[in-house]
């Protein structure tokens, strides 16, 4: 259920009409014609979370369907869904009989017990410690799933996951299934293991981010923003976080009107101010004692690296603690894919289009991590979505940092980079692994110099200049990673050689992990 709202001392939104009258308008394409301009509107004020009454049953031709035997329970597909359209729970034998016991079909029961799986990590694990073993399963909610198939793409080694035809008997299924999962009882909280990161999202404290956000099929910005308010909400709970969100693709798929996505209070701000607004939003919680929440900044990098730049520079200098999650998708994704000073050298963007007359963008990258490290005392990390680990414990750090803390993570742009639906997560990994985007930690709190604050962790050959393909001995540099992206792809002749400017980028890339690696003593 929705709350009712307030401004001031002024009730302005009454949560029960909403539900009723709102919602189901927009829902059948009536709001125009039937319903009136309220206060709310006026106010562009949006409930909480109310993307979650939003159906995508019909959007896509194919679904995820589960294979419990192969499942290892390691909640990836979880983590990497930017829909929140499939989740995993742990029950106890006894309480998921129990529960069957609601289900007044036999052959209903017996199907709704198939879907869930013995695991070593939830059952062999316990039962050796002589406690009580869990039964896993994972459930795709139709009117979420936008059918990009990322869950397929990361479960790859396990192939729990595949894709199948939609129909109506299968969705039909997928609701049921989905409905049974949603009335079963919350996982215990024995089997959330807070070593094993990944197992946040089985706590409802950690699901602030629902599905039904108008993102694109696969975004890789909508897994971070889920990953960054589980960790959050794991840790310091819901209402203790707060989002000031920067112009860009995230204020169109997070608030277009009725529709929002978080379950933390948030405010959408401009490209040039949205660090500034949060300043003042920070001042006024430490006036009331409220030190405690968590503040985050939310842009691209074209918010964070260009028009917003000079306010977060000054943001990080104030010392305030608040933090910033820069979502780098290397272009201006939201106004038609114009360059950013965060785009790559060579790559086919607006205002930097390959052609008889211009080789495609031939301005090197920012690096905002770089830069954000030479502000004083601030807690900097860069990560990927994809190493759930890395990307969770940069968060986690950032949230315990007293001060200012920026956190650049990778987000693949299906439409800008030219690659497919499933392939955000894919992307992200082979952008660490060549170089485009490798990963560090930077904390203030390790020491006084920068070789003891700067930690590579995470990057593959970390004191080589490229990663090498294991079966094959070749270097994965960003030249092999430019081959797997349409936005590079006027970069290579007809028998597949790479132009001169993006062997510029090539090289730009590696003396950008030189620095790296000179900064963290490994050169």
Known sequence: MLKTCTVGEDEILDADEFER???????????????EADLQVARSILPPGTAAYRDFSHLAPDFPVFEPAKCVG???????????AILGKVLTAEQLDAQL??????????????VWTQTRKYWDVPAARNEPGGLFGLFVDPTKCKGCGECVEVCGAHDALHMAPKDEVLLDEARRTFEFCEAA????????????????MLAERALLYTGGAGSCMGCGEATALRMMLAASGFVHGRENIAIVNATGCSTVYASTYPYNPYRVAWTNSLFENAAADAMGIRARWDQLGWQDKRLWVVGGDGAMLDIGFASLSRMLLSGMDIKVLVLDTQVYSNTGGQASTGSFRGQDSKMASFGSASPGKAERRKEIG???????????AQTITADTNHFYRSIMAANEFPGPAVVSVYTTCQPEHG?????AAHQARLAKDSRAFPLFVYDPRKGETTRERL??????????DWYRNPKTGEPLDFVA??????????????DGNPSENLLRARADRLAYWHQLQELAGLR
């Open 21 to 35: 009258m709102v919602l189901p308008a927009y829902a059948s394409g009536a709001a125009a014609a039937e319903l």
């Open 481 to 494: 990673f430019a081959r797997t992206e349409g936005r590079f792809a006027r970069q290579f002749d007809a």
């Open 455 to 464: 930690s590579l962790q995470g990057n593959p050959a970390m004191k080589d």
């Open 370 to 380: 770089l830069i954000a490290m030479m502000h004083p005392d601030v807690f900097v």
């Open 74 to 84: 390691c909640m990836e597909c979880v983590a990497a869904c930017p829909d929140t």
């Open 185 to 200: 009882p919350a996982t215990p909280a024995n089997f959330i293991n807070e070593r094993a990161l990944a197992d946040m």
């Open 419 to 423: 690659v497919g639906d499933d392939m």
């Open 101 to 114: 016991t609601t289900v007044p079909d036999r052959a209903e029961r017996r199907r709704l017990r198939g």
